[in-house]
């Protein structure tokens, strides 16, 4: 085997080599390379200077974090990720200072709005960023005999934000599955609501109300929990989860006790996943660049598919729950790869049957079209 010779330098003899002449040496090579690396930084930061910002708004779910951090782009823009909580970005839109290019909205207050007040400032995307099974949202008190959905007729429920979206598809899915009307309930609305810590409140057209319902008003400064705790209501409809549940209250409990196997079933029926909130964009900003809504539309699905890769691949790793590999591969199965979709064609049904539950329940004034909501540019658009 050969051996490599390397020959030996004593830095304290000057006429090997010169302390001075090395110390300059090095001092120029660490000049150099810092200039190199100040160039680089000055290109970088130029380039992202050089980039159009564009503000986003909205909660930072998995399947959104690749735009939050900036490994999917859009359109080439410097995007300026603002998280937010939703009812904090309805009063945004509605009522705020509109200055988020884009924003995640609850899809019901929009709706609402665009119906019954013309509201065209910000245009919707086929970005369905929040889904949500609603079956889960009914909590009833242990001791009133209250078994299953037809039960509720006759029985008091207190919910806040009538017009939500989630409570909006609550009563819809027990009027469609179980034949119990809005009517056949006797609502108790609260003003104070314990989970406003996690929504950020609502807005006014989360408070809207059929004129023809007859409601009841809760003393001011109880909220839903209280209610329930006290015995004044017999139910609670929550679009999270109220404070009595959080605390696992044990007179509280959800009225389906298996909701996963109650909502599989209703999702094999009727091949809905209930949609809560979608992505809008300014109207002003849509006409001035008519391909951006598409591009957006292109990030957010390459965002929501890293997160299915990244769930494939090492989540389960990175998750404190001990099976959450076998809980995704499970629901690939039964709900399909791409089970969190997005664009219009595989919504159309989910969409249409909230457009009339809107008008069915009172709340809007008409029933909506899918063609005069969306921009017809997306109307099309689909992700793998």
């Known amino acids: 085997m050969r051996m490599l010779n390397f020959q030996r330098i004593d830095l304290s003899t000057s006429d090997a080599f010169p302390r001075r002449s090395f110390l300059k040496s090095s001092a120029a090579s660490t000049l150099g390379l810092a200039m190199l690396h100040g160039a680089a930084n000055a290109q970088e930061a130029n380039s992202k200077s050089e980039k159009l910002p564009l503000t986003v708004a909205g909660y930072p779910y998995e399947r959104v ?15 300026e ?32 709005a665009f119906c019954n007040d013309g509201f065209r400032d910000y245009l919707p995307l086929p970005i369905f960023v929040l889904k949500v099974f609603r079956h889960k949202s009914i909590f009833v008190h242990a001791d ?27 009563r819809g899915i027990l009027q469609d599955e179980y034949g119990v009307s ?3 309930i006797k609502w108790v609305l609260t ?82 996943y209930p949609i809560m909130h979608l992505v809008a964009i300014r109207r002003e900003l849509a006409e001035q660049q008519p391909w951006l809504p598409k591009a957006i539309f292109n990030a957010y699905c390459k ?40 664009g219009i064609p595989k919504n159309r049904k989910a969409l249409e049957t909230v457009f009339r539950y809107l008008h069915k329940q009172g709340l809007a004034e008409r029933e ?8 017809e540019s997306t109307i099309g658009l689909e992700d793998s």
Not at 243 to 264: I, M
Not at 310 to 339: C, D, H, K
């Open 81 to 112: 990720f603002e998280t937010a909580k939703i009812g904090e970005m309805n009063q945004h839109v509605f009522s705020g200072p509109q200055t988020r290019d884009v924003t995640e909205v609850g899809l019901i207050p929009y709706l609402l």
């Open 144 to 170: 009133r005999g209250i078994n299953k959905p037809e039960d509720l007729r006759g029985r008091k429920v207190a919910t806040v934000g009538y017009s939500s979206s989630g409570l909006t598809w609550v």
């Open 65 to 79: 974090t690749a735009i939050q951090d900036g490994r999917v782009e859009i359109d080439n823009r410097q995007v």
């Open 303 to 342: 965002s929501k598919q890293l997160d299915y890769e990244e769930s494939r691949r090492i989540r389960w790793a990175y998750s404190s729950l001990p099976w959450y590999g076998q809980e995704f591969n499970e629901t690939v199965e039964f709900m399909g790869p791409n089970f969190y979709s997005y």
């Open 191 to 272: 003003e104070k609501d314990s989970a406003a810590g996690q929504t950020g409140g609502a807005s006014k057209w989360e408070k809207l109300l059929p004129a023809s319902l007859a409601v009841e008003k809760a003393p001011a400064g109880k909220d839903e929990s209280d209610l329930l705790l006290e015995g004044a209501v017999d139910a609670i409809f929550h679009p999270a989860e109220p404070r009595a549940y959080v605390k696992r209250h044990p007179k509280v409990r959800r009225l389906f006790g298996d909701c996963r196997a109650v909502e599989q079933r209703y999702f094999k029926k009727t091949g809905i």
């Open 368 to 375: 909506l079209k899918i063609e005069e909501v969306f921009l």
């Open 182 to 184: 809005p009517e056949d």
